[in-house]
């Protein structure tokens, strides 16, 4: 089935530091979409991207998806401690009419003050 | 902002009793979803519902699960006969017809089966 993995699992970063994380998945997909789960929190919808190579901004945050519909990434320019949290890529397939989505396992990023 | 409801936040259960969570989804979101998420590990899809049936459900999702909407507003999971393993958090997500706006999910139940 479906497969979509995130590197890395953690990433700790002092604030004011870059942070990326990737995605990959095994099926190409129909669009990407990103969200971010506060600790003890719900997964809360970031953004959604749907073309090939689309890059798309949020403040400090840039959301790009690949060229082959199978990969992307999301990277933080200059976190801050309010970025602390879990950011989980997630994507049906092309071949899903349901619209399920599969998630990555996540990055789970800290920052210190 | 609209808000998908889940209740109860947090359920103890013993093993084997029968548990239903419940979910009021945004008024005109057509898709409905449960998934779960065991401590510090990812979201894993169970079942998506649209238009009063099943559209897709997973392995985790066996007989001892099932879905409805009984009344048109809410929709609940209910786990037969529950299992240690079932213990997790468990979200409903919804979404609309439109594209663009994600799923918007619930802030969740805590089951813990003991």
């Known amino acids: 089935g479906q497969q979509v993995m995130q590197i890395p699992q953690y990433q700790h970063v002092q604030e004011g530091e870059d942070f990326t994380t990737y995605c990959n998945s095994s099926t190409t997909l129909s669009n990407i979409q990103w969200y971010k789960q506060r600790p003890g929190g719900h997964p809360v919808f970031l953004i959604q991207l749907v073309k090939s190579g689309e890059v798309k901004k949020q403040k400090r945050l840039t959301f790009q998806f690949g060229e082959a519909k199978k990969n992307s990434s999301l990277h933080i320019t200059a976190t801050q401690t309010t970025d602390v949290g879990t950011y989980f890529c997630?994507?049906?397939?092309?071949?899903?009419?349901?619209?399920?989505?599969?998630f990555g396992q996540g990055t789970e990023l800290s920052v210190k003050p | 902002e609209p808000e998908v409801t889940q209740t109860p936040s947090h359920q103890v259960t013993q093993m084997g009793q029968e548990v239903i969570l419940r979910c009021v989804p945004i008024s005109n979101h057509l898709y409905f979803y449960w998934y779960r998420q065991i401590l510090g590990q990812k979201v894993e899809f169970l079942v998506s519902f649209y238009n009063n049936e099943i559209s897709e459900k997973s392995e985790i999702f066996d007989d001892q699960f099932s879905v409805e909407r009984p009344d048109g507003s809410n929709f609940t999971l209910k786990i037969r006969s529950t299992k240690l393993e079932d213990s997790a958090m468990y979200f409903c997500a919804t979404r609309g017809t439109r594209g663009g706006y994600g799923y918007t999910f619930g802030s969740g139940t805590r089951l813990t089966v003991v």
């Open positions: 997630a994507g049906p397939s092309i071949y899903n009419q349901g619209g399920k989505l599969i």
